[in-house]
């Protein structure tokens, strides 16, 4: 059987930087005056301010980094503004993908015309065709094929499996994995409960057959387990359709909407399970494990998965946290938490990537630091 492993990792992060204080700001300037605006028109409910204790309260989140501050303080516009590039120009997630791979790629000692397969996986891409990643694969001279994916937040997971996949069946010798992240643009900043959760990042993996790879720090793929349930629980109606069903495209559904508690409910004790099953098959249990990547888009919810998981509550190197800056990046979250917490394990040690999200969706990758 052909041994897959990781050998690179990349990240980009955007200049623009909004902490909880700025954001809250912003959005009680918004209810003051939309406050006032109901008055006005005679309507009796009042919207409520919101706070940075509270924001750490709920999630944990301090910070976050994005590609336009300026546009989501503005209380009279709330949203990014990004300039649309000509066809001539590379796209916006073509940008932030080549910064990423190109550290990938440095970080594996592997030139871009050696990859084979490209895939971009994220929560939102940026237009239906010609696909991102056929683009990006241009833009870095990678050759094989390409292809973009969407499979929420656990898009990167479900790429990293496909990518294996490919390399064990012999269709590809080296993968380039990239999750682009432009979370800002489908977050409604007007709404209290979620207004806070996402930042912008981009995230590249680079896998190759373990007989090929030079760098000596590489993490060997033990297995990988995906599993899908639908809700509508967390969901987003932006889509191609919208145009032609006449529906407003500025509606709330739109943008980001979820049920929190609902997803919180449901949800952790599916990852935990799908953690726990997955060590098993491979002869393993939570004990064996020196490092757990986990999906970063909750401070509980990441704190009780991993209790599950270990049985006790775990440490903060066990349990590497990047949401208290980044905030939700989506995809890219749980590939930023271990393309930063990935040093300090010994050759033999094993640690999971795991994401989860909307679908509901949840994938895990056991590997071994060889």
Request: contains cysteine; proline residues 3%.
């Amino acid at each position: 059987m052909t041994n897959v492993v990781i050998t690179g990792t990349g990240l980009f992060t955007p200049d623009h930087t909004i902490d909880n204080d700025a954001l809250v700001a912003s959005f009680n300037a918004w209810v003051d005056a939309e406050n006032g605006r109901r008055a006005e028109a005679g309507i009796e409910e009042r919207l409520a301010h919101s706070s940075s204790e509270f924001i750490v309260k709920a999630s944990g989140i301090h910070s976050r980094h994005v590609l336009d501050a300026a546009g989501i303080l503005d209380p009279e516009r709330m949203r990014p503004r990004l300039r649309e590039r000509s066809n001539d120009e590379p796209s916006i997630q073509c940008e932030m993908g080549a910064t990423a791979a190109r550290q990938a790629l440095e970080h594996a000692g592997v030139a871009a015309g050696d990859i084979d397969l490209m895939i971009v996986g994220c929560s939102n891409l940026e237009r239906p065709y010609p696909a991102v990643a056929v683009e990006l694969q241009a833009q870095l001279g990678a050759g094989g094929y390409a292809f973009d994916m969407n499979v929420a937040c656990s898009s990167a997971t479900f790429a990293i499996e496909t990518a294996a996949n490919a390399i064990r069946a012999g269709t590809a010798t080296r993968a380039l994995v990239v999750n682009p992240e432009i979370c800002s643009a489908h977050l409604n900043f007007r709404d209290r409960d979620s207004h806070f959760i996402f930042g912008d990042a981009c995230t590249a993996i680079v896998l190759e057959r373990d007989d090929l790879a030079t760098v000596d720090a590489r993490f060997e793929i033990l297995g990988t387990r995906l599993v899908t349930r639908f809700s509508n629980a967390i969901r987003n109606n932006a889509g191609f359709l919208n145009r032609v069903t006449d529906s407003d495209p500025h509606a709330l559904d739109k943008l980001f909407v979820q049920e929190g508690r609902r997803v919180f409910k449901e949800v952790c004790p599916l990852v935990a399970a799908l953690i726990s099953d997955h060590l098993a098959s491979l002869g393993h249990s939570g004990d064996d494990l020196a490092r757990m990547w986990l999906h970063q888009a909750n401070r509980h919810m990441n704190d009780l998965i991993a209790r599950r998981v270990l049985g006790r509550d775990p440490s903060e190197q066990e349990a590497p946290v990047i949401l208290d800056r980044y905030a939700n990046t989506s995809s890219a979250g749980s590939i930023i938490a271990f393309h930063l917490h990935r040093d300090g394990l010994v050759p033999g040690e094993l640690g999971v990537i795991c994401s989860f999200g909307a679908g509901y969706s949840a994938g895990s990758v056991v590997v071994k630091r060889v």
